[in-house]
């Protein structure tokens, strides 16, 4: 698609992407430099500083339960993306294949969800949730962020099945599929790359979220990792290096899904794109 | 099974029909359901219930009076609110833009000027949205500080001495959280324009060059245009995540030094639970979600609504 460019160019423009990728990263090469660092050395003000030691992850994974937070964070995210998955192809298909009477209504509702601020919704939600008896639980956390997730995947998902061929989904129902097996055996293979999309940022999106754990999850045995740096920075005030190297491991495991699955996720970011 | 059997009898006689597309059973709503749940217990109720205990006052002994819009009054008369509106409109101005221009020349030439190292790019340009944000901001907060702090030294190579943190001083502090969002967000806006830069139909694009456009041309005439879809949901996704605001300012400063960077997150944390005013709390939520709802609809009257990841149907095409 593409006429070759003078090589020139071609470095050039390599060569100044490395340059800004070099700055972009600066944040968090430090992160990972002072953890690795001796604690004559954690206060100097350079990117790096030698010679690099592994005490400080040594110290960290011995002394605390950081495991159980990443557990935690694990069962939360793991079953939230189950719920949005779930409900946002049932509720896809209902209005994309079986064009139920008053779905789009609802699909119209449902997509104000996108327009609301969690900023506006932690305080009812806290009241709510205590109602409940969810605070501190897990599913005090997981129902709202599926609830805030799932329109979002309905946005991509529907307007993925709306491009895939009506053929396949008539010819099922002409085999004498009922709905149910229609939706199981055609839509769910047909739209796999809009779901491992939408399955990847949901992860990401919760594994990250901050405002509502932080408020719902004040027990230590339910905390997600997002929320524990903060007792760290107090705790390790004195000691950076081992308060980095907190932070590099509470950051690291969604950093490494993400390099393990980009390929998949932006894949089904163009696939989207093509069809939506 | 006697009822589908004879439903699906009534579907075969009228064949053209747009009911002969439908799957037959009331039992199908279901499939809506779940969703629909999740949506009025998690959303519309906690809306709803926000908004009529905004217009309640809770006094000592615990007895809810009406209090009528004297609660709107009290968070426009106060001078915080007015401080959350002003940062709330930089962070905008300054965020959105600023996240396009660097997202977008980035995705550009990753796109049409790079092949082996394209993976590579596109990975580590969206590494700080998957970096856990309150890694982040105790990272930034090392990165500001004086003395220790890299950033600091770095300022003091081009001459610029500062005697404290950026963020702690008032007049500089939400400029220094602005930076640390545009840096966290800069690779969603390049991913999104990397989709849309991919999925330009080739046939246009070489057109274009056998009329003649090449280079800054191509992009400035073709490209940009044609990314307009990706540019109007980045808008949109830019100003409700601007209002969503809470993490980085929380965990950097708290809203402070002295409210100087206090956002509608903040405010509303600080107020329902560290001061656990209630009604005050609601009535800010409200008017942080009556905002949200003013400035999609304006968009979506203006620009028209869409929020898929990156293109859509009718406009690609």
Redesign the interface.
Same mark, same amino acid.
């Not at chain 2, 003395?147 to 890299?150: E, L, P, R, T």
């Not at chain 2, 929020?307 to 149907?313: I, M, Q, R, T, V």
């Given at each position: 698609m593409r006429r070759h460019h003078p090589n020139i160019s071609r470095i050039v423009i390599h060569a100044a992407l490395f340059a800004l990728l070099a700055v972009w990263m600066i944040p968090e090469v430090y992160m990972l430099s002072i953890g690795l660092r001796t604690p004559d050395q954690a206060f100097d003000a350079t990117l790096m500083a030698w010679p690099l030691t592994l005490d400080n992850f040594a110290t960290v994974i011995r002394d605390n339960a950081i495991v159980s937070f990443f557990l935690n964070s694990l069962i939360v995210t793991l079953a939230t993306v189950a719920i949005v998955v779930a409900c946002s192809t049932l509720f896809a298909f209902a209005c994309a294949v079986l064009h139920l009477r008053w779905s789009l209504v609802l699909y119209a509702t449902l997509l104000t969800t996108l327009m609301v601020p969690l900023a506006s919704l932690v305080l009812p939600l806290a009241i709510l949730l205590k109602t409940f008896g969810w605070v501190n639980t897990y599913a005090g956390v997981i129902f709202p962020y599926a609830a805030l997730g799932a329109p979002f995947a309905v946005v991509v998902l529907k307007a993925f099945m709306e491009d895939s061929p009506k053929e396949l989904f008539e010819a099922a129902r002409v085999d004498g599929c009922n709905a149910w097996q229609t939706y199981w055996h055609v839509a769910l293979p047909l739209i796999r790359p809009a779901l491992v999309f939408v399955g990847i940022w949901q992860f990401i999106v919760t594994w990250n979220e901050f405002f509502l754990a932080l408020i719902i999850l004040t027990r230590n045995e339910v905390k997600t990792l997002t929320i524990v740096p903060m007792q760290y920075s107090g705790l390790y005030m004195a000691n950076p290096g081992a308060l980095f190297a907190v932070l590099t491991l509470i950051a690291l495991p969604l950093i490494l899904l993400y390099v393990v699955v980009q390929r998949a996720f932006v894949r089904g970011l163009l696939a989207g794109a093509v069809k939506g | 099974m006697p009822t589908?059997a004879s439903q699906g009898e009534t579907i075969r006689l009228q064949p053209a029909t747009?009911r002969s597309?439908?799957?037959a059973?009331p039992w199908?709503?279901l =499939?809506?359901a779940? +969703?629909?749940l999740?949506?009025v217990?998690?959303?519309a109720?906690?809306?709803v &219930?926000?908004a009529c %205990?905004s217009f309640f006052s809770e006094d000592r002994d615990h007895t809810a009076s009406f209090v009528g819009l004297e609660t709107y009054w009290a968070v426009l008369g106060d001078p915080v609110f007015w401080i959350v509106v002003r940062n709330m409109v930089l962070w905008g101005l300054i965020t959105i833009p600023v996240q396009m221009l660097i997202g977008g020349t980035?995705a550009y030439? !990753?796109e049409? /000027?790079?092949n082996a190292?394209r993976?590579f790019?596109?990975?580590?340009?969206? *590494?700080?949205?998957?970096? @856990?944000?309150?890694?982040? @901001?105790?990272? &930034?907060v %090392?990165?500001y500080a004086p003395?220790?702090?890299?950033g600091?030294?770095y300022l003091r190579h081009f001459g610029i001495i500062m005697a404290s943190s950026p963020i702690g001083d008032p007049s500089t502090a939400i400029y220094a959280l602005i930076l640390v969002n545009i &840096?966290q967000w800069t690779g969603f806006s390049m *991913?999104m324009y990397?989709?849309?830069i991919?999925?330009l139909p080739?046939e246009v *694009?070489?057109a274009a060059?056998v009329d003649g456009a090449r280079g800054l041309r191509l992009a400035w005439s073709i490209i940009i245009p044609m990314l307009m879809p990706v540019t109007k949901s980045l808008l949109l996704l830019g100003i !409700?995540g601007t209002?969503?605001t809470?993490?980085v300012v929380? $965990?950097m400063t708290g809203g402070g030094p002295n409210h100087a960077s206090e956002v509608?997150?903040t405010y509303? =944390?600080r107020t329902? =639970?560290v001061l656990g005013d209630?009604g005050k709390? +609601?009535t !800010?939520?409200?008017i942080? $979600?009556v905002l949200?709802?003013i400035l999609?609809l304006v968009q979506i009257v203006y620009l028209g609504a869409d *929020? +898929?990841? @990156?293109? /859509?149907?009718e406009e @690609?095409r």
């Open positions: - | 589908l747009r597309r439908r799957f059973g199908t709503y =499939f809506l779940p +969703a629909v999740l949506f217990v998690f959303i109720y906690p809306i &219930w926000v %205990q980035v030439f !990753i049409r /000027h790079t190292w993976g790019f596109r990975t580590m340009f969206f *590494l700080p949205v998957v970096t @856990s944000v309150s890694v982040i @901001s105790l990272v &930034w %090392q990165i003395y220790y702090g890299i600091q030294e &840096w *991913l990397v989709a849309g991919a999925n080739t *694009l070489d060059r !409700i209002l969503q809470f993490p929380q $965990l509608f997150g509303v =944390f329902s =639970f209630t709390g +609601a !800010i939520s409200v942080v $979600l949200a709802l999609s *929020l +898929a990841p @990156s293109g /859509h149907k @690609s």
